[in-house]
């Protein structure tokens, strides 16, 4: 949603009553405020020449909205000539958000105020053994957060957790999360929601890390752009003019459940066993790269750090990880058509020798050949995805809660 959707609308949540002054005021408000938020500090004046409205329906507003503790006094601005004029801000602490990334190695929490700047996080190694066990670690790592901020728990006003998966909303849980046994088992989301005790969303790991991707990242000015989050598991997220696609289950980008052609004599494998992190690590094995030490095989993060250092083997591995790769951007490049990919998640940090070869790897593959870059955000694209997600549902929340009581 453009940001003049959003300063246009009617205030969220409001409630379906016919036009009166009460919903003029409210409604004058919400268009204050978000213009303060998009565009900075001003002064009631400016603010009347941005809006249209005059000067004393904005200086009521802005007076409501100051005591609902929604804005505050920024500073003072001198002009030449004229009197000293007040600047008003957004008061970024007027609420909280909890984003949350739950990958099958790291567990990442960031809390945020309404500005969308993070206050306190964690990042901590996913030993949960069990579904009940990284759910509580969840729940844990978010609750010393919350601590670390200053906050409670009952400040925080959304949540949205990034999970591999799609979520299913009748069956209150993930689907192809086979990259965490035991995590479609329903239940577990509404464990966490009341471990943390405020209201949560649940959203596709990749999807996030594509929305942080084009607010924050590689995808800025994009028209159709694909981030395909290579790591643990495989996942796509697609945006197309600043909206999420979604297909009509929540599926689209599920490209990791698509089968490779099989040789003959062998199993039929899908794009994600064939090219996440438990690939690298069995190319390197078969292209004889041992573990250092007494490690008995390499990691995928230790598999490209010798490529890197120019092992022969390691770079045979790499190689063929960028082929199977480039059959995942051969199928999405001629189902979608994106102007560019972006390469992200933990194998996709090692863009630096992927894109290379997956490029010559897809010239020989498909004849659409999108632009390929890697990602800005790194390991951080999921949890800043999931913080913006949850700052589009709770600003319009806290200022209905907020202003509920001045009418």
């Known amino acids: 949603m453009s940001a003049h959707q959003r300063t246009s609308r009617p205030a969220a949540g409001a409630p379906a009553v016919p036009w009166n002054r009460q919903r003029l005021r409210s409604n004058n408000e919400w268009l204050l405020l978000e213009l303060l938020r998009t565009g900075g500090g001003s002064s009631r004046a400016q603010l009347a020449r ?21 804005v505050r006094e920024a500073g003072r601005l001198a002009p030449e000539r004229g009197r000293t004029a007040v600047l008003y801000e957004v008061d970024p602490t007027a609420g909280h958000v909890l984003g949350v990334d739950i990958g099958r190695a790291r ?3 960031a809390v945020a105020d309404l500005a969308g700047t993070v206050v306190a996080r964690r990042d901590v190694a996913n030993r949960g053994r069990t579904a009940n066990a990284v759910a509580d670690a969840v729940v844990a790592a978010a609750h010393e957060a919350i601590a670390e901020a200053g906050l409670a728990a009952g400040d925080i006003v959304h949540a949205v957790i990034g999970t591999p998966g799609v979520w299913d909303e009748e069956r209150r849980g993930v689907r192809y999360a086979s990259s965490l046994p035991g995590w479609g088992r329903p239940g577990l989301f509404d464990r966490i929601g009341e471990g943390l005790g405020t209201a949560v969303s649940v959203a596709n790991d990749a999807n996030l890390a594509a929305l942080g991707e084009y607010t924050l990242g590689a995808g800025r000015g994009s028209r159709m752009f694909a981030y395909l989050l290579v790591g643990t598991g495989l996942g796509l997220g697609v945006v197309k003019d600043g909206e999420l696609l979604l297909g009509a289950h929540g599926a689209l980008g599920e490209i990791g459940q698509v089968p490779l052609p099989a040789r003959p004599g062998e199993p039929v494998a899908t794009i994600e066993q064939e090219a996440a992190a ?3 690590v069995r190319a390197a094995r078969d292209h004889g790269v041992e573990g250092d030490g007494q490690a008995r095989q390499v990691t995928a ?9 120019g092992e022969a083997a390691a770079v045979r591995a790499v190689h063929q990880e960028a082929e199977q790769l480039a059959y995942a951007v051969a199928v999405l490049s001629a189902v979608l058509d994106p102007d560019l990919v972006v390469l992200g998640g933990g194998i996709g940090s090692s863009a630096d020798l992927l894109l290379e070869p997956l490029e010559q790897a897809l010239h020989r593959l498909a004849p659409m050949r999108p632009t390929l870059a890697p990602s800005l955000l790194g390991e951080e694209a999921v949890l800043l995805g999931a913080v913006a997600t949850a700052l589009e549902t709770a600003r319009p929340e806290v200022f209905e809660r907020r202003t509920a009581g001045l009418r």
């Open 50 to 70: 941005d809006t249209g409205l005059s000067k004393p329906t904005v200086s009521a507003a802005l007076a409501a909205l100051e005591q609902a503790g929604l």
């Open 107 to 109: 567990l990442r929490v």
């Open 278 to 280: 438990d690939a690298v």
């Open 301 to 309: 993060k230790q598999v490209f750090e010798r490529a890197r250092a």
